[in-house]
């Protein structure tokens, strides 16, 4: 063969060079082979390594796991590793632990596969579970038979916060008409709720005892619950506090300066701890399933149906269930409370500058020095 210029190739420099570069290509492909074989060998040896796990340990880990998760997500990509942790994470003992968060679901997650879990959850007999459906059934779904039932299988199970959804329930007659009030009933469930803590209940039971509804009067009982659920309020806050909150919760202590037209005004006198509605302390944060109620009625234009209102409350989220069922403010009747928490708290954190007139709160100031009560704000058990 000749080159351009009439030269002859040399035929042994050819063919060493062909020789040279199909060893080399050769060499090459024998170490990515090897390479891939070690990768192989590597992965399988990890995945013998974890297939050799007894179940047993991999459950208390899922265990841990689920109880101890911030967010669904923590539980949810665990199992989408593989079959085995998929299997084994839908497993009952694994499910019954989990913390609310683990099945916190906000309103725009919200999707069949979702009420499934949650159902799946509460069929493990998670009490959270239980709850949390049952509140989402009976108020959003409107499945108000499952939902009860789902509530009372959790206060059956000894949860608080179960048993108080049923007395405000029963109190309201929701989900029927007014003649489907059991007020011994919420009485009942108030005082199991109040002997497990939940300090919503001990406030309900501490004004229905003031006010002799549902039960015999017996003001010096209702006032110890009231104040009993104060001081359980502080404490609770300050064991969650920052050391700069510490220094502050003096401040907690007294009343509170609203400003009312430019104005500030001092709000009554004495000890809040004392008072109906408890110290200044920041407001507690909203209950997961509370911040799903609020989202899906929002996104339905803020209100349950036609004539239909929603707790004024801003961390409740409960709706009526039928026309004028909720208890409204006797003073501006602007506001209305699905129970006497509600109306408790809001009133500490945003009604109580916004109830009263400018006039008439400096009026009653002057002349007694004592607390403006909202004049008796809430008070109206009846019908409006």
Request: a positive charge.
């Amino acid at each position: 063969m000749r080159t351009r210029r009439g030269s002859f190739y040399e035929v042994g420099e050819v063919v060493c060079s062909d020789v040279g570069a199909a060893v080399l290509k050769r060499r090459r492909r024998g170490r990515e082979e090897e390479t891939e074989f070690a990768g192989c060998k590597r992965r399988r040896r990890a995945a013998d390594l974890f297939d050799a796990l007894p179940d047993d340990l991999v459950l208390s880990i899922l265990s841990k796991l689920s109880a101890t998760a911030g967010r669904p997500s923590d539980l949810i990509s665990v199992l989408l590793t593989c079959k085995r942790m998929k299997v084994l994470g839908i497993n009952s003992q694994v499910l019954s632990r989990a913390s609310a968060k683990t099945f916190a679901v906000k309103y725009k997650n919200w999707s069949d596969s979702a009420h499934s879990f949650l159902k799946l959850c509460a069929e493990s007999g998670n009490l959270e579970a239980c709850a949390t459906l049952g509140m989402i059934r009976f108020y959003c779904l409107r499945n108000r038979g499952s939902g009860a039932s789902l509530m009372a299988k959790a206060a059956i199970g000894r949860h608080a916060a179960a048993m108080y959804s049923l007395a405000v329930i029963q109190f309201n007659g929701s989900g029927g008409s007014k003649n489907d009030k059991d007020l011994r009933a919420g009485i009942a469930l108030c005082a199991r709720a109040s002997f497990l803590g939940n300090l919503d209940a001990m406030r309900e039971l501490g004004h229905c005892l003031q006010d002799g509804y549902g039960v015999r009067q017996n003001i010096a009982e209702g006032r110890r619950f009231l104040v009993h659920a104060n001081a359980r309020e502080l404490a609770a806050v300050l064991a969650t506090s920052s050391a700069e909150a510490m220094l502050s919760a003096r401040s907690w202590l007294a009343w509170g300066l609203h400003s009312v037209g430019g104005h500030r005004h001092v709000v009554g006198g004495g000890c809040p701890l004392l008072s109906d509605f408890g110290c200044n302390v920041p407001a507690p944060e909203v209950h997961p399933v509370n911040q799903f109620l609020i989202e899906w009625f929002e996104a339905r234009g803020g209100s349950p149906g036609p004539g239909l209102r929603m707790c004024s409350h801003a961390g409740c989220g409960r709706p009526e269930t039928r026309r004028h069922e909720f208890r409204r403010c006797s003073v501006c009747s602007t506001v209305n409370y699905c129970s006497r928490a509600c109306q408790a708290l809001d009133w500490k954190l945003r009604h109580k500058a916004e109830c009263v007139p400018v006039d008439r709160w400096v009026a009653e100031e002057d002349g007694d020095g004592r607390e403006d009560e909202g004049a008796d704000e809430g008070n109206d058990r009846h019908e409006s």
